[in-house]
């Protein structure tokens, strides 16, 4: 993913429109290899930091929200990393409603994410933990 033209296309789409974009594991090196996540605070999977141009990693993090860039450190973050993503795109009150399994937020998928339908998540390489919707809609 690192050299795929595609990959780099597609992460620059959307970080030209300012939109959201959340990265988990080793996914932050993709936009860290971009120049992405200079002086940006992020995580990511321990050692793959090497890979990111300028920024300040945070180690201790489990998740880190700077601006429209959402990084998490490994598969074990995913409900943080859930969290702040939902938190993101619709509320806090939201957010803590899906976290604590509140079966008003699951009746529609579409009401939890307040409609929004273009952002970019990017899973790490072996981890799909979530999917992009509708990319260039």
């Not at 940006?40 to 300028?54: A, D, H, N, Q, R």
């Amino acid at each position: 993913h690192l050299n795929s033209p595609i990959t780099e296309s597609v992460v620059n789409y959307f970080y030209s429109k300012n939109a959201l974009i959340g990265c988990i594991c080793a996914a932050p090196s993709i936009l860290g290899k971009y120049g992405y996540l200079e002086n940006k605070k992020f995580t990511c999977f321990p050692s793959f930091e090497k890979l990111v141009i300028g920024g300040t990693y945070l180690a201790d993090a489990k998740v880190v929200v700077d601006g429209n860039i959402i990084t998490s450190k490994a598969a074990g973050t995913t409900f943080e990393f859930a969290y702040e993503i939902t938190k993101y795109l619709r509320s806090e009150s939201i957010a803590n409603q899906w976290i604590n399994n509140d079966k008003r937020c699951t009746t529609n998928g579409n009401e939890c994410l307040g409609g929004h339908d273009r952002h970019l998540i990017i899973p790490t390489y072996f981890f799909a933990v979530f999917s992009v919707f509708n990319l260039y809609s």
